[in-house]
């Protein structure tokens, strides 16, 4: 009796080709993450697209517009007087520029680290698995990608629309905040923003490479699995955000 063949082995993605498949055939690219797992290629793309949306931000609106926007919404400063609120904004000017690029070189790297160390435990916790630190942070990194999307819509509209009509809190009204009116609570405004259509883009394409990694695992599992943190997230600066207003 003759044995069978071995199953052929899936050729390996390029770099290229793997971060588009990401957006075209899911399946396939996070197959291919879970076989070689890389992470570092989508963290520099994150970096640059940060970077390039903080200098754009800088020139075209403003971190001072950005401070008064911010003043004029939050409930605490409403009885400050017009000296004290630009001695608040002069302090706040010497470090968040710095700080704004900051977050954008490093923010992805930390993101992607805690984001993966979390699924990695709630996912090996939950369904028996063993997926490593490596393999979910490279399943997270790709999976933020699709924010690239929303990033470069943010400079364009950086670009086209007058400062002072420019929404910090949805810019490119992906988010249900849009239904909100400008005067409306800030706790209300940091939930609604949290339901944006590329989070939700993100947390289907985690499930996906969770899928990937660990087989065994049903889609409505793995989306659950993802979205636990999500909303316990969502839950926890949204409550923060209402007690300090």
């Known amino acids: 009796m003759e044995s069978q063949a071995p199953p052929p082995v899936p050729q390996e993605m390029g770099v290229a080709a793997r971060l588009v498949a990401v957006f075209f055939s899911p399946a396939e690219a996070f197959a291919d993450i879970v076989r070689k797992p890389r992470w570092w290629v989508p963290l520099i793309i994150v970096a640059i697209m940060g970077v390039a ?9 403003g971190w001072e517009s950005m401070l008064r926007q911010q003043m004029q919404r939050a409930s605490r400063t409403r009885d400050l007087t017009s000296a004290q609120i630009e001695q608040a904004i002069s302090v706040q000017m010497r470090f968040v520029p710095i700080a704004g690029y900051v977050a954008a070189v490093v923010g992805g790297a930390i993101y992607t680290f805690l984001t993966g160390a979390i699924l990695m435990f709630l ?12 393999t979910m942070m490279g399943i997270v990194s790709h999976a933020y990608l699709p924010n690239m999307i929303n990033g470069a819509v943010a400079i364009v509209l950086m670009f086209l629309k007058d400062p002072e009509d420019f929404d910090l809190q949805n810019p490119t009204m992906f988010n249900a905040s849009i239904v909100l009116a400008s005067d409306a609570a800030r706790w209300m405004t940091v939930l609604l923003s949290s339901f944006d259509l590329f989070t939700f883009w993100t947390i289907f394409l985690i499930a996906v490479g969770i899928r990937a990694a660990a087989p065994k695992v049903k889609m409505g599992k793995a989306i659950a699995m993802v979205g636990m943190p999500w909303i316990l997230w969502v839950a926890i600066k949204t409550l923060a955000t209402a007690a300090t207003s």
Do not use: C, P, Y
């Open 53 to 61: 949306t903080v200098a754009v931000f800088a020139q075209h609106i």
């Open 123 to 134: 996912t090996n916790s939950m369904s028996g698995t063993s997926i490593k630190l490596k």
